[in-house]
Each structure stands twice: as C-alpha cells, then as structure tokens.
C-alpha cells in the first residue's frame, strides 16, 4: 500500500528564514504529487502539485517544490517565510486520477516576527 | 466559484444520537471522499464514491456510512455516535479525468463533538 511520511512534525523559523519540508512516498508506479497547506482554523488548499514534466514546480505564495523520483521525494521549499506562512503543511500523492490520494500526517510551521 | 458545502459546521451531540452530515459540490466533479483530521494523525480517508452509486471504504470507515445518489451530494452518517469519532471531518471533491484531474477541493469543515 501506498504511504506518505512527513519527517518533520513541527518546525519553528523566524521570519525570513529559508524553509524546507521533506516528503517521501512510498509507490513505485507514476504518482501524482500536492502539497495542500491549512491556515488556522480553515481547510486545506493547494500549494502545488507534480503530474508530470519539470520536477521543480512554482506553487502559490512563492513556494515550489522538487520531485526527485530516485529517492520518491516531493520537499517543499520557500526561500523566506513570513509569519503569515504559519500553518500546518500536507504532502499528498495517488497513483493516478482515478485513484485514493494519501496524506502525510502533516508539519506544522510556526514562522515568528 | 467552485465550492464544496458542509453542514453543520460544528456539532455537539451525544452516544448513539444518529447524525448525518452532508456535502455539496457545485462543480460535477465524479469524486467525493470524506476524510477526519485529528491531531498528530493528519487526514484519514473513512469513505470515497468514484460516481453516483459507486462508494468505497478508506482506512477508517468502521462507524460510518455514506451514499451517493447524486453527483453533487455525498452525506456522511453516524449511525450510533461515539467519543472516539469526535473530530474534525472534511469533505472533498476532484475530477477523474481532464487537467483539473486529481486536486481535491475541499469544504470548510465539519467540527464534531460526541459527549
């Protein structure tokens, strides 16, 4: 079965610090790849995702991610946080569209000001 | 605009009152999941519907049920409540196919409290 691990349960920056959040699948197969990121009380929304072509992809908010299919990775990186990027961060992936898709147990982020 | 509709949005209920929550989509998307978020455990699948008809159990159904007969609507239900199914519970949506396929679109939530 398919798994998601998220190293980092919680990670504390201050502001303008530069930010990178592992993610690692378990699939062997073509995957899909998202980030979804949850702001206090709100559900969740897409950062980005990989189908397929360039493995660095730009997402919303000045976040892009990397998928290095050697090592089944998708990090999410940001160059500096602000506090607004506070948050509680998710990787996902499926096999494809017609498939379940399956979340890391999340990281928290506290950006300070 | 693009919405995925819960109601209610928090509830209080007690053991064993039967509860239904529902869920909406406006977009004709073929997929609905409805997942719970709880701390330290992130979102789990309970159940998902390829299409009208169609439903299918995730990782944590036992408790739940649902039902799709129609596009648009994929109502959760709480036969008998218990304490251990208070959390937060999210509803989802995506497309099967076509350059939109695979993004879920996800409701505002469902906080359920069982006393």
């Known amino acids: 079965a398919q798994s998601v691990s998220q190293h980092n349960h919680h990670v504390i920056l201050s502001e303008a610090a530069s930010l990178e959040l592992g993610c690692n699948y378990s699939y062997g197969g073509t995957v899909n790849l998202f980030w979804y990121v949850q702001y206090p009380g709100q559900h969740l929304q897409l950062l980005l995702k990989?189908?397929?072509?360039?493995?660095l992809v730009k997402g919303i908010k000045g976040f892009e991610a990397e998928f290095i299919k050697s090592k089944f990775s998708f990090n999410l990186r940001k160059p500096s946080v602000q506090w607004s990027d506070t948050a509680e961060y998710f990787c996902a992936v499926n096999a494809g569209a017609g498939t379940a898709l399956i979340f890391g147990k999340g990281t928290t982020l506290s950006v300070s000001s | 605009e693009a919405q995925v509709t819960q109601n209610p949005r928090y509830l209080i209920t007690v053991t064993g009152k039967k509860l239904t929550v529902t869920c909406s989509q406006n977009?004709?998307?073929?997929?609905m999941s409805w997942y719970r978020q709880d701390p330290g455990l992130g979102l789990r699948q309970i159940y998902y519907s390829m299409n009208v008809e169609v439903t299918d159990k995730g990782d944590v159904p036992e408790g739940y049920k649902v039902s799709r007969k129609e596009k648009r609507n994929f109502p959760l239900i709480l036969e008998s409540p218990s304490p251990n199914q208070t959390s937060l519970y999210f509803c989802?949506?995506?497309?099967?196919?076509?350059?939109?396929?695979?993004?879920?679109?996800f409701g505002e939530g469902s906080r359920l409290t069982v006393l």
């Open positions: 977009m004709n998307h073929e997929y």
């Open positions: 989802a949506a995506r497309k099967t196919s076509g350059s939109l396929a695979g993004e879920l679109f």
């Open positions: 990989y189908f397929s072509g360039d493995p």
